[in-house]
């Protein structure tokens, strides 16, 4: 379970507009101090690698947080633009005591965040962010603490940028069992961390691959185009005339991944989790028949999974609770419908989007069958989630108008569907989703709800 009161650290790291606080030139220096005191109590000569998405702001946040970290005495090593599981990759090969990330993942191009990863790959615990987020507002308090004069961060050290990007793509392509050249693949690249690898992956791998959406400017990540928008993907796909066998599309950091089928029709992270967890029964790699989901994953995989006598169970919205509950119960396959996917079959630590699609890849090769094949039995939900903007997070369970909503809806429903209300962990946003068997039900519903969210909270 996330720690309710913390103030900065959300579902996944620290994230806000840039420029406003916490992503300020003062506060993101403070911030690499923090955690660099933080590194330095637990790892001596502590060494930390840095890597960043496309937006125009990450690269002086990122110098920031260097400047902070080296200001405590931690030696900065830069991957330059990455994707985040990249650098969770390079934290735990490469012996550095952890690697940051500056992304604000799918958030708008104003938006940025520090993402933080222990030098094992896994991203910091609750109580860990927490102590450093106590230290941060100490710092803030403090007279003098943002004087900055003392250090700074020259450049990345050797190993270089392109050298680490390089033992990442060289990671991947080794964890391809089959000759994946045969399939003709679009890939939507988001404008984003995805650029700098993923061409260069793919070639080497010999997959006949069209690319869209790789010339980032620092303004255009996510719009319009990624995992943020895959019916950009499937139209493109649909109006081929067949010249594609599937599509992907990622987000900003590429740390999740989207499918489209041969006639453009979207496969999303449900889907994946279907096909993979089929996969790795019949190799005798899913441990325990279990697939870890959220409380966001439709009805539809739980039936189609059980048809396979595979269980599902849910954890918190939140790829860092997927891998959690993962962990506990040492399951090799998790994830998110949003296209987080956690292999534990292998040393993966986190959902990386690029890893996704080469294990969704070598599936269709070693089966002979399309993507469409794949999760035919698939029958989802009728599901809608809708967002409403809230001025405060109040506990659903405080504000009776809304429970009420909520409990007369669970009625109506029966078990004939679901309903999570919740907030986001990196937005001010209430989200209401609601799953039943009628589309008219599932409005009406879904309607009721955030209607009263939006009296009780709504800006």
Not at 328 to 342: C, F, N, P, R
């Amino acid at each position: 379970m996330s720690t309710p009161t913390r103030q900065l650290f959300g579902t996944d790291g620290i994230r806000g507009v840039a420029g406003d606080f916490p992503l300020t030139k003062d506060s993101t220096y403070l911030i690499g101090r923090a955690l660099g005191h933080d590194l330095m109590r637990s790892t001596p000569k502590a060494r930390a690698v840095l890597g960043q998405d496309t937006r125009q702001s990450s690269a002086w946040i990122a110098d920031r947080v260097a400047a902070g970290l080296a200001a405590v005495g931690v030696e900065v090593h830069s991957a330059g633009v990455i994707t985040t599981p990249g650098i969770a990759y390079l934290a735990r090969s490469r012996t550095f005591a952890a690697g940051v990330v500056i992304s604000a993942s799918h958030n708008p191009w104003t938006d940025n965040g520090i993402k933080v990863f222990s030098g094992d790959g896994f991203k910091l615990s609750d109580a860990r962010e927490m102590a450093i987020e106590k230290e941060i507002f100490a710092l803030l308090a403090k007279p003098g603490a943002m004087d900055d004069t003392a250090m700074r961060v020259a450049g990345p050290s050797l190993p270089g940028e392109s050298e680490q990007r390089k033992a990442y793509i060289e990671s991947l392509a080794s964890s391809v069992s089959s000759d994946v050249s045969r399939l003709r693949v679009l890939i939507d690249c988001a404008n984003g961390a995805a650029t700098a690898e993923a061409p260069e992956l793919f070639r080497c791998l010999g997959v006949n691959t069209t690319f869209t959406h790789v010339s980032p400017n620092g303004k255009n990540i996510n719009e319009g185009c990624g995992a943020l928008h895959p019916q950009v993907l499937a139209r493109s796909i649909a109006e081929s005339g067949g010249k594609f066998d599937l599509g992907v599309t990622f987000d900003g950091d590429a740390d999740r991944a989207l499918f489209c089928d041969a006639q453009g029709r979207v496969v999303n992270g449900d889907g994946v989790l279907l096909l993979a967890a089929r996969d790795l029964k019949a190799r005798g790699k899913l441990a325990g028949d279990t697939v870890v989901a959220t409380t966001m994953s439709n009805m539809g995989v739980e039936i189609a999974l059980k048809k396979s006598d595979i269980r599902l169970l849910r954890a918190d919205v939140g790829d860092k609770y997927v891998l959690e509950e993962m962990l506990k119960i040492g399951a090799t396959l998790g994830g998110e419908q949003s296209g987080h996917v956690i292999f534990r079959d292998g040393n993966s630590t986190t959902g990386d989007g690029l890893l996704t699609a080469l294990r969704v890849m070598d599936v269709m090769v070693r089966s002979g069958r399309a993507l469409a094949e794949l999760v035919s039995d698939l029958k989802v939900f009728p599901q809608k989630i809708q967002n409403v903007r809230v001025r405060e997070k109040i506990p659903f369970s405080q504000i009776p108008e809304v429970q009420k909503a909520i409990e007369a809806a669970q009625r109506e429903l029966d078990g004939n569907g679901r309903i999570v209300v919740r907030y986001s962990g990196t937005e001010a946003l209430a989200r209401v989703m609601v799953e039943a068997e009628s589309e008219e039900k599932m409005r009406e519903v879904t309607a009721r709800i955030a209607g009263e969210i939006q009296k009780a909270l709504g800006i």
